[in-house]
């Protein structure tokens, strides 16, 4: 082949090889994005309660017809969950006797203020590895008696909630939620009553905090403002790095009004709603889990400030807004 036509094909090989190495890395790059990278569900489990009840003085016996501080410090489980809920009672695995507020109390006459019961975790329709409870508050009048009583659905993280086939739904309906120890049902996250949302802020709320912690580029936004628009005082993606499903207060739909597409997930959860410094915190997240495709859209965070337990006025001169009044029945 003479010299001529050869130089005039260089060219138009060496634009074929580029274009065919281009399309070869974008193949690449695809099956690489295609790879879904599994968090460790252990770093997001539910973690166990503590608390040492004393042991009862010598003559106790339970208050008849009302709930004394006495009878928060000494009576048994079984007595106290069966006086305050009845048939229920079975279903109770733990009593929160919330010692951190003992010393509010000033004789062992006085009347109980507040109290958490937890039953007993269980699978709930086909949210793989995540198990629920039910949270009984309840309250009492001045005189003792019961004021009110608040029940509302907790889930929580207690097999590979992130695995996408291969499940063993024999295990989950029966060893991996009868298995939990009780201590851990106080450290379950509210939702709705819907298990398929709970078990949605699960995955997009770990798979944010996990990929915050993995260093690099972020594949969603993230951003943090105080009420007054300022920055905030925390460092954003550090703290969504040691964020954990038990932390959360409170979860609504809140907040998500605007929606990218009909598939999109979207929660508002609220976070150290009873912390001192720069909380709460309202944590709103967008993504989708649609079809199995998780990701993530964006993370925006607005802080709160607290001074004292009762917030001050000058912390938060405004209004909280509509979406900071996170419920978690609604």
């Not at 000033?106 to 203020?113: L, R, S």
């Not at 078990?199 to 969603?220: H, T």
């Not at 907040?255 to 929660?267: G, L, Q, T, V």
Request: charged content about 25%; overall charge negative; glycine content about 4%.
């Amino acid at each position: 082949m003479p010299w001529s036509i050869k130089s005039n094909l260089l060219p138009v090989l060496a634009a074929s090889f580029l274009i065919s190495c281009a399309e070869k890395s974008e193949e690449q790059l695809h099956e690489q994005a295609a790879v879904y990278v599994e968090p460790d569900w252990q770093k997001f489990r539910s973690i166990p309660f503590e608390q040492k009840v004393p042991d009862a003085p010598a003559g106790y016996a339970p208050a008849e017809e009302k709930f004394t501080f006495a009878d928060l410090k000494h009576e048994s489980d079984e007595s106290l969950s069966r006086r305050l809920l009845g048939s229920l009672a079975s279903r109770i695995v733990l009593i929160d006797r919330q010692q951190e507020r003992w010393p509010y109390y000033q004789n062992d006459d006085e009347p109980i203020h507040r109290i958490e019961l937890f039953s007993r975790p269980e699978a709930w329709g086909s949210a793989y590895g995540l198990c629920r409870i039910e949270k009984y508050e309840i309250e009492f009048s001045e005189d003792g008696s019961i004021s009110s009583i608040v029940v509302s659905p907790r889930y929580g993280v207690e097999g590979p909630i992130f695995q996408k086939d291969s499940f063993n739904w024999e295990t989950f309906r029966g060893s991996m939620c009868e298995s939990v120890l009780p201590s851990h049902a106080r450290s379950y996250f509210p939702a709705s009553e819907s298990v398929l949302e709970a078990q949605d802020l699960a995955i997009l709320l770990s798979i944010a905090i996990d990929q915050a912690a993995r260093g690099g580029r972020l594949s969603y936004d993230l951003s943090c403002q105080t009420y007054e628009s300022n920055a905030c005082v925390d460092d954003s993606r550090q703290y969504l790095t040691s964020l954990r499903l038990h932390d959360i207060n409170s979860m609504s739909r809140l907040n998500c009004s605007r929606a990218r597409a009909p598939e999109e997930d979207c929660f508002t959860v609220t976070v150290g709603e009873h912390e001192l410094g720069p909380y709460p915190k309202y944590i709103t997240i967008r993504g989708t889990t649609y079809m199995n495709e998780w990701k993530v859209y964006s993370v925006s965070i607005v802080e709160g400030f607290t001074v004292s337990r009762v917030r001050s006025s000058v912390s938060d001169p405004h209004p909280r807004p509509a979406m900071c009044r996170a419920d978690a029945r609604s």
